[in-house]
Every structure is written in structure tokens, then in C-alpha cells.
């Protein structure tokens, strides 16, 4: 599979009850958590590797980390992660507006509302591998537009922020107020993301292979120091 293909259902319920297997911690990452965490990372101010946003995945503690059974089946659920966090990245290069936060829904004085809380909480926890970064857009005239995200998925608010959060009707609102939220957000970041590689500056000229060897020793680079290369 390339990493441009759209998770199909089968697979998306594979990744899901991988994540809800008795293999992953209690505070592990279901997939409306994984979906908020991983809309973090792909419009937020960096990128991150995989290697260090997948512990997160887990939980809070490094040793409960699934084991895999094999290198096979480690390969299979991160590529499906991969493809999974892709899918989002596409969307929000190709159509940004049609960008829809992955919730869970439930019922309530027989009205469907939505639960944004898992997603907002895993988009806190994108937010915070790099908090000094994301700080940027809560100084600037967007902070407004982050403030849902706040009430839904920090995992602790000002008390008297709780009457804003205090009933599913008003928490259904924030979803809603997430969702229109995210193109703004996206486009914030988006002239000023950084890459995860910071280019190696060369501190002196590059050293020719015919040119004396800098370490001292009167041979030739190629014969000496350079001959490690080779």
C-alpha cells in the first residue's frame, strides 16, 4: 500500500481495535484521540518524526507500550498510522473546507450531539510537544479560535470556565465551533511551519580530497583522514 491511499473500513477497524485491545494501555489513544492528535501535528508550527510522536500514542507510561508479536505486524499498525495521519495532511492540502474532525456522536433528550472531548484532548496533546511553538497563535488575533479546543481537551480548565462545558448541549456547540476553527488554524501555521530537519551548517570549507589533511599530519586528505570515507 502507498502511503497516499485512504485507509479502506476494514482497515480503519483494524487500527481501531488494535487501539482498543487489552495489547494498549487504559490511557492510550483511541482513534477520535489519535484523529485530534495527529490534526495537531500535521497543521501545527513543526513537523514532528514518528519516532518521537508515537510513544505518546500509548499512554502516559513508556512501559506499557504494546509489545508486537513481530517485526510484521509493528510494520503493519505504525503504516497504518502513517497512512491514517496522511489521509489528514491531504485533506487539508487539497480541500481544506471539507476538513472534519473525527467525533464520536451520542444521544441526549433524544437529540444526536456531538462528543468533541476525545478529539480536543488528543489535539492538546499534539499542542503540547511543542508548546513553546503553538504559543505563537494563542499571542496572535486567532486566539479566540482556540479557546473550544481549550474548554474541550485540556485536561484541566479554570473553574469558571466549567459552567461553559457543564452540559452536552454546550459541549456539542464547542465541537462545532472546533470544526470551523481548523481552516483558520491551518492557514496561520501554514507560511510558517518548520521542518523536523534543520540543516547542518558547515562550520569550515569542505576539505578536497588532493588538499592537505587539516588533523596535521602532512598527507594528503585522501591518504589520511578522508581515506575513512572511502
Known amino acids: ?17 488494535f487501539l482498543l485491545s487489552d495489547r494498549c494501555a487504559e490511557d492510550g489513544m483511541t482513534m477520535d484521540t489519535l484523529h485530534g492528535y495527529m490534526t495537531a501535528l500535521v497543521i501545527g508550527p513543526q513537523e514532528i518524526s514518528m519516532a518521537e510522536w508515537l510513544p505518546e500514542v500509548w499512554g502516559a507510561d513508556p512501559a506499557k507500550a504494546p509489545v508486537f ?21 491531504i485533506i487539508f492540502e487539497v480541500a481544506p473546507k471539507e476538513f472534519e474532525p473525527l467525533y464520536c456522536t451520542h444521544e441526549w433528550e433524544g437529540k444526536e450531539l456531538l462528543d468533541g472531548e476525545a478529539w480536543a484532548w488528543g489535539f492538546c496533546l499534539g499542542m503540547d510537544l511543542r508548546p513553546d511553538l503553538w504559543q505563537a497563535i494563542q499571542d496572535s488575533p486567532l486566539a479566540p479560535l482556540m479557546r ?11 473553574e469558571e470556565d466549567m459552567v461553559l462545558v457543564d452540559d452536552p448541549v454546550k459541549r456539542d456547540k464547542l465541537a462545532i465551533e472546533i470544526e470551523a476553527a481548523m481552516t483558520d488554524i491551518h492557514k496561520f501555521w501554514a507560511p510558517l511551519r518548520k521542518s523536523a530537519v534543520t540543516p547542518i551548517q558547515r562550520e569550515a570549507p569542505k576539505v578536497g580530497r588532493n588538499d592537505d589533511c587539516p588533523c596535521g599530519s602532512g598527507k594528503k586528505h585522501k591518504k589520511c583522514c578522508g581515506a575513512e570515507a572511502d
Do not use: V
Open 1 to 17: 500500500m502507498h502511503l497516499d491511499e485512504p485507509l479502506s473500513d476494514k482497515e480503519f477497524q483494524e487500527l481501531d481495535q
Open 69 to 89: 508479536k513481530n517485526a510484521k505486524e509493528m510494520e503493519r499498525i505504525t503504516g497504518l498510522m502513517a497512512r491514517f495521519m496522511n489521509e489528514i495532511a
Open 148 to 158: 473550544s479546543i481549550y474548554l474541550l481537551g485540556a485536561e484541566e480548565i479554570e
